[in-house]
């Protein structure tokens, strides 16, 4: 009688255990889910954190921070590897605001950001630089490369008008590119394509142009003075 107490007692106390590490497991699993569920939804608010919320496109936060490291990793390969940006800016879009409305003005800037989308290459990083201007990233592209696919994307925009709620409104787009020069710091990389989009709006708009080799010293002093050098562009 005593043996089988004590069998029934370790045969109970076997189950009860094997219960209990059942629980175990089963919240451990759980709290795996839970990790994985928070590591997701920290990793959707970081996206979000990244977005412009009228486009999805990267914003300009985003933008300078890929940018940033896209060149440092241009100069770890010694410039092996090209690097090209390119500034695009919608032309007279105030005059189409006024116009149209700035809910029609919303709509025009969703649709260019879908056709710069579907445009650029799946290595490439399209954000919305501010305003009526976007901001793409060329890795792996040299300047030629930059003009052609500038020069698709101004001609996509051209000839397909934008559909808004009183009609169809064609718009154009003027476009500034650059390839990266080795050892160039960043704020002076930015400058140079803001300048060829600058003449692009000076010489006649809805045109590509490249920028030169160098920073116009005019126009960096002028791009010094806050916001002066941007009312050509509208």
Do not use: W
């Amino acid at each position: 009688i005593k043996l089988i107490e004590l069998l029934s007692s370790f045969v109970g106390t076997a189950i009860a255990n094997a219960d209990l590490y059942s629980r175990v497991e089963e919240q451990n699993k759980e709290i795996e889910q839970l990790n994985s569920d928070l590591e997701d939804q920290n990793r959707q608010l970081a996206d979000l954190a990244r977005r412009d919320r009228l486009t999805g496109l990267y914003n300009f936060g985003f933008f300078h921070e890929e940018l940033t490291r896209r060149i440092n990793e241009y100069q770890r390969s010694n410039g092996l590897n090209f690097l090209s940006l390119v500034l695009i800016d919608i032309d007279f879009f105030k005059k189409f605001n006024d116009t149209h409305g700035h809910v029609a003005g919303n709509v025009a800037l969703q649709d260019v950001a879908t056709r710069l989308k579907k445009i650029a290459r799946r290595m490439d990083v399209v954000c919305r630089y501010g305003g009526e201007e976007f901001a793409i990233i060329l890795p792996k592209c040299d300047v030629e490369g930059a003009r052609m696919f500038a020069e698709r994307l101004r001609s996509c925009i051209e000839k397909k008008p934008v559909e808004i709620e009183t009609g169809s409104v064609s718009i154009t787009t003027s476009v500034g590119c650059a390839e990266y020069i080795p050892n160039e710091n960043i704020s002076d990389y930015i400058v140079r394509t803001d300048e060829a989009l600058y003449r692009a709006k000076q010489n006649g708009r809805n045109r590509v142009e490249v920028a030169k080799s160098s920073v116009d010293k005019e126009f960096l002093a002028e791009s010094e003075k806050v916001h002066s050098f941007t009312d050509p562009k509208k």
